[in-house]
């Protein structure tokens, strides 16, 4: 309703402009003044959800908080907890697992995925096999990630799961085990379910860049007796490069947030030993009322995501600064 | 940085290489080689291993305790039967939890996509001054861990009285993704043709008509891709909707879902049918959404 004068406001201005537009090649612009009426919404929005909370989070990580009397202001002492803290390094230890589980595996695997249903079986046994693979890989994606965990989650069952009877069957008892309940192997069953979450995502943004790959420079390179291998790591990776810096990323960025799979399954357990940034925060906001300390954990997560991506974006731009030198 | 040209959101995505390969294709089809299909017979174990997890939740859910206990998780049902998700479905109440979710996607989705569209408008079509800053602003935003709102955000809820209710999940959620949005439009609209907008103010039409008449129909491709991914992202989000939707009766299918686990009373074939019942709802739209999703999958990343 607010939008109604507004609109009415319009005709007059944009008549100006028109005045200018038949002489598209001399002046050629619209006016453009006035524009930034229609920020407004989003900006007011993203200033109360966004920005202040952000900072008053920041503020809170300088404070002896609890949830109930007002927060007291204690300087460095959170930060300097923090460094000391061996849970919060052992937090940020369970993340590099997790971006071994998330970012490395799921591309180096994807990468080679798209390239087998790309070149090899979308070539010689027809593009509908490739496509229906491609989709079959990607079924994992589209599952709320708690539900994904779950649905892995219940075949590591410690009694009477499925893998557990599996290796049973195959006369490998001895290796049966409570995969989520015990230390040694909790964390990698955690990666597990995120290699599984995360395979499908990598295969589908390659498989589409690999169609920007010209075939004629592949027939080349063959002639010249360049092997598959070769001709993969030349040809199609450095063309699809930029996929590939999106996808580390956006992957990088997602496993530094998880949580689900965490609260979920283990909660942080057993020990600390899965233990992750977000869920530690978590626990200090809602169960330790350790507010201000858990304000610390979340700005300090954020730090790390922030750098992390301006470091990526740093070395992508530098990459094809060096590509178009070329 | 990462942006996205129209041309690319529409274009669809075709696995088996460009069109004019057809030749090429027919011509080799007939040399495969034993290594292709073992390389075929690999992708399709990658497939199953894949795969089994779902099959085998799917078996497991149609079964009683007793037939898991007697059969294990290898084998067929025994006889088909739905206690496990009745039990489930009368314990969570899930019609209602499911009306949760559905309500709050769609709002956000459609409040998301509004909030993008007027945004776009005036950092893409408007160029509107530190328009590279404003996009940083809001690609910061969507990047940002939500651990580092959730204090501040779970205060400030509860001192409007809007703790424990939908309207807070919504109201974050359609920042969040708008914030997306802005960003994705921003560069689509960075490249809308500069003459039907001039054509458009010859004729008369003001700002917002041409917002509304011109710009919003010709995206229209685009924005149902956003508004899909908007609906399906928060669909699945976990941590926000748990520390907010805190009685039973506001929960979303995964929270309701994650939150029994553990649960004395949810035996292993209830387990099953719980996670069954939490991945058929994105298992549809799935099906439903497939071309648009994967024509935007794709779009997100290509230059």
Do not use: C
Not at chain 1, 210 to 216: A, G, H, N, T, Y
Not at chain 1, 302 to 316: E, G, H, L, W
Not at chain 2, 55 to 60: D, H, K, M, Q
Not at chain 2, 255 to 275: E, K, P
């Amino acid at each position: 309703m607010a939008t109604v004068p507004l609109s009415q406001a319009k005709p007059g201005r944009t008549q100006g402009s028109a005045g200018d537009g038949p002489t598209p090649k001399k002046g050629g612009r619209l006016n453009l003044s006035g524009y930034w009426l229609y920020l407004i919404p989003g900006f007011i929005l993203i200033t109360l959800i966004v920005i202040v909370p952000l900072v008053w989070n920041i503020y809170l990580s300088f404070t002896s908080y609890r949830g109930i009397r007002p927060p007291k202001w204690i300087g460095f002492d959170n930060w300097i907890e923090l460094f000391a803290d061996g849970k919060f390094w052992t937090s940020f230890g369970n993340s590099v697992a997790l971006i071994i589980a998330m970012v490395i595996i799921p591309t180096l695997v994807g990468l080679v995925l798209a390239a087998m249903l790309f070149d090899l079986i979308g070539k010689k046994f027809g593009g509908r096999l490739a496509s229906f693979l491609r989709a079959t890989y990607y079924l994992p994606q589209i599952l709320p990630v708690a539900v994904g965990a779950i649905v892995i989650g219940w075949i590591l069952r410690p009694d009477n799961g499925a893998l557990n009877e599996i290796l049973g069957a195959v006369g490998l008892s001895g290796l049966e085990h409570n995969w989520l309940g015990s230390p040694d192997t909790a964390l990698l069953s955690i990666m597990a379910v995120m290699v599984w979450i995360q395979i499908g995502y990598p295969v589908v943004i390659f498989m589409a860049a690999l169609q920007r790959v010209d075939p004629e420079l592949y027939e080349a390179a063959e002639l010249d007796g360049a092997n598959w291998f070769q001709r993969f790591r030349s040809i199609t990776v450095t063309i699809i490069r930029p996929e590939i810096f999106v996808v580390t990323l956006t992957s990088t960025i997602a496993a530094l947030k998880v949580f689900g799979p965490i609260y979920t399954l283990t909660r942080g357990g057993p020990g600390n030993s899965t233990i992750v940034p977000s869920y530690y925060s978590y626990s200090e906001f809602f169960q330790s009322q350790q507010v201000g300390y858990g304000a610390t954990i979340a700005t300090a997560l954020t730090i790390v995501i922030v750098v992390v991506s301006v470091f990526f974006i740093k070395a992508q731009n530098r990459a094809e600064e060096a590509e178009s030198d070329r | 940085m990462a942006t996205i040209a129209p041309q690319s959101v529409r274009s669809t995505v075709d696995p088996t290489g460009k069109r004019d390969n057809t030749f090429k294709v027919r011509k080799r089809k007939s040399n495969r080689t034993v290594g292709d299909w073992f390389i075929l017979l690999a992708a399709i174990i990658v497939g199953l291993l894949i795969v089994v997890p779902f099959y085998l939740i799917i078996i497991n859910s149609f079964k009683t305790a007793g037939d898991y206990a007697t059969g294990g998780a290898l084998q067929w049902p025994a006889q088909i039967s739905f206690d496990g998700i009745t039990k489930f479905w009368n314990r969570v109440n899930f019609p209602e939890k499911l009306w949760n979710s559905i309500l709050i996607s769609t709002v956000v989705a459609f409040l998301a996509m509004i909030v993008s569209v007027l945004n776009a408008y005036a950092i893409g079509i408007g160029r509107v001054k530190g328009r590279t800053w404003i996009v940083v602003l809001f690609l910061l935003a969507n990047v940002l861990p939500q651990e580092a709102l959730l204090y501040p955000l779970y205060f400030m809820f509860k001192s409007i009285g809007l703790y424990d209710n939908v309207w807070s999940v919504i109201i974050i959620f359609t920042v969040i993704q708008s914030a997306f949005g802005t960003y994705l439009l921003s560069s689509v609209y960075g490249t809308f043709p500069k003459e039907i907008l001039e054509a458009a103010s010859l004729d008369g039409a003001s700002r917002w008509t041409i917002l509304w008449r011109v710009i919003v129909p010709i995206s229209r491709p685009t924005l149902s891709v956003l508004l899909i991914f908007f609906f399906i992202w928060t669909w699945n989000e976990f941590l926000i909707p748990l520390t907010f939707l805190v009685s039973n009766s506001n929960q979303t299918v995964p929270i309701a879902i994650a939150s029994l686990q553990g649960d004395r009373l949810m035996d292993v074939t209830t387990t099953s049918a719980s996670a069954l019942l939490g991945l058929i709802p994105t298992l549809i739209f799935f099906l439903i959404f497939q071309r648009t999703l994967t024509r935007g999958i794709t779009a997100g990343a290509v230059k």
